[in-house]
């Protein structure tokens, strides 16, 4: 019914189209019709005007006009101005000097009352405004039409010659016989299309004064050729040839539902219900949708094996991530691993070593300093074994809870590296922020401090380590192990060895920013920014 509803709209839409479309052509046609007819009356009107142009041009061309100015000849003025009024259809003849005034009048009816003129001035400018001098007088209900020209050179005019015409219902009928149309007169401020029947051409044309204004509009109105009004046999053929298009859409719409719609209604039963019995009556059918039922039968079995191939990718793949998280997990474990042997067990043994190294020179001259050094590099030796011990446990170097205070840790380390080695410390250790640091960060900072003091001593053989931890400008900590040793090219030794890559790990891991400066022969900084405890990682 969808379907047969838009076919029946489509149908409907474009006879609706073809009716639009006809109508546009024809009121194209009108218009193309009422702009000839416009044109044409401009035509007329000229042809009107002709004889008052051509008495004006002869007036203006006669040197006894400019004459008669000065001094009116009677029988002169008879014979040439006189006499055109009754040869040329128009009914007055003005003579008007330079200064306005009047110098002769000729009316056709001496019992003829003729407008008032404008005055010599308002001819003259609008002479040099370049409008045109034939408008348009109302005056006692009638309409005149004047025409003037200026009697002399353009830079010197002796006077004006004008001719008015008045606009009788005679002059209507004369203009309506040329053009074949019933003319008329009406106020300018009338519609367009007001009063005029559907049936009718109607051209309008404004009749302008001196200063441009509208003072009437001439209307001719007559009827569109050929134009037929009634066209209820058109409309009583289209009735015809929609009712028929109607019941063959009905028709066309009960076949469609019975052979098409109500198979592709089976068949989207089946696919939304996911069920194949409900194309069974589709697979004994002998036309076009048998095969269809077929595939679709087809497709609920590719589907069902489908999903059972799903579910088995689905748990493949969780094993898989679980596989791999387990993995990156154990490669994270031997790097962190990697890296606290490196920095702590490893730089615990060689600082035991450099005691041991220490006392086999002094145990010759100070055999109780020796003895006193030997114990103190047991008791390191011992600390670090502990500290494997731990790693083999848990991977840790010790539980959170036994764990020293930063601030105490590093005093500790500094003491046990004291005692192996002949080295000054400068401890400046701020316990207020130190508690401030997470216990992550204490880890990796720790661990950052013994393996600068391991780098200061082996290889910069230091006489001389400071070590601050203090606020720092904007929140956080600064913690910075500066020495007097021998310097290094950060750049140069960056991919030498694991140190300083272990310590820019560690920085990196706990949010901090490391800044190593040294050059040869002028001490090394490390200074490291610890973030605050509420964003540190």
């Known amino acids: 019914m969808t379907v047969l509803g838009g076919l029946c709209a489509a149908f409907l839409a474009t ?49 006894e006009t400019r004459a008669m100015l000065a001094r009116p000849d009677p029988e002169w003025l008879r014979v040439n101005v006189n006499a055109a009024l009754a040869d040329r259809q128009f009914d007055a003849v003005w003579l008007l000097r330079a200064d306005g005034k009047l110098a002769h009048l000729a009316r056709r009816d001496t019992a003829l009352a003729p407008p008032a003129l404008p005055d010599a001035q308002q001819l003259a400018a609008a002479e040099r405004a370049g409008r045109r001098l034939n408008f348009f007088v109302q005056e006692d209900g ?72 509208a003072v009437r509009q001439l209307v001719l109105e007559r009827p569109w050729p050929g134009d ?3 066209d209820g ?32 209604a089976l068949i989207g039963a089946s696919l939304r219900e996911k069920d194949p019995a409900v194309i069974a009556p589709l697979l004994g059918r002998t036309d076009e949708f048998s095969p269809v039922a077929q595939l679709v039968e087809t497709a609920h079995a590719d589907r069902n094996a489908l999903q059972v191939e799903i579910a088995e990718r689905q748990r493949t793949e969780v094993a898989l991530r679980e596989s791999q998280e387990n993995l990156r ?32 020179g002094q145990l010759s001259a100070d055999p109780f300093g020796a003895e006193g050094r030997i114990k103190h590099c047991m008791t390191n030796l011992n600390e670090t074994i502990r500290t494997v011990r731990s790693y083999i ?35 400046e250790l701020d316990d207020d922020v130190a508690a401030q640091l997470t216990n992550v960060v204490e880890i990796h900072a720790l661990q950052i401090v013994r393996e600068s003091l391991s780098n200061a001593l082996r290889h910069g053989r230091a006489s001389r380590i400071v070590i601050r931890l203090r606020p720092a400008d904007g929140g956080g900590a600064t913690l910075e192990v500066m020495d007097n040793g021998r310097g290094f090219d950060p750049v140069q030794r960056m991919g030498t060895g694991r140190g300083l890559v272990n310590l820019t790990t560690r920085a990196r891991e706990m949010g901090a920013t490391l800044r190593i400066e040294s050059e040869e022969g002028g001490g090394t900084s490390v200074r490291l920014h610890l973030p605050p405890k509420e964003s540190a990682v």
């Open 15 to 63: 006879l609706w189209l073809l009716h639009g479309a006809e109508q546009r052509q024809l009121a194209a046609q009108r218009q193309q019709l009422r702009d000839e007819d416009a044109r044409q009356l401009g035509r007329w009107l000229q042809i009107a005007d002709r004889p008052m142009q051509e008495l004006l041009l002869d007036l203006a061309s006669w040197p």
């Open 142 to 213: 009638e309409l005149w039409q004047l025409t003037a020209a200026p009697l002399g050179a353009i830079d010197d005019v002796a006077g004006w010659a004008v001719v008015g015409r008045r606009w009788t219902e005679a002059w209507l009928r004369h203009l309506g016989g040329l053009a074949e149309a019933d003319a008329r007169l009406e106020a300018p401020t009338v519609a367009f299309s007001d009063g005029a029947p559907a049936s009718a051409l109607q051209v309008r044309r404004l009749l302008t004064g001196l200063d441009g204004r």
């Open 228 to 230: 037929a009004t009634d």
């Open 233 to 264: 046999g058109a409309w009583q053929t289209a009735l015809l040839f929609v009712a028929f298009g109607a019941a063959l859409l009905v028709a066309l719409g009960l076949a469609v539902r019975h052979w098409v719609l109500h198979p592709l």
């Open 329 to 360: 997990h154990s490669i994270e474990l031997r790097a962190r691993l990697a890296r606290d042997l490196h920095d702590h067990v490893i730089q615990s043994i060689y600082a035991a070593g450099l005691g041991l190294e220490a006392v086999r």
């Open 393 to 427: 446990s848990d991977l840790e170097p010790e539980p959170p809870e036994k764990r020293q205070r930063f601030t105490d840790a590093v005093r500790a380390l500094t003491a046990t590296m004291h005692e192996l080695w002949p080295v000054e410390f400068t401890l």
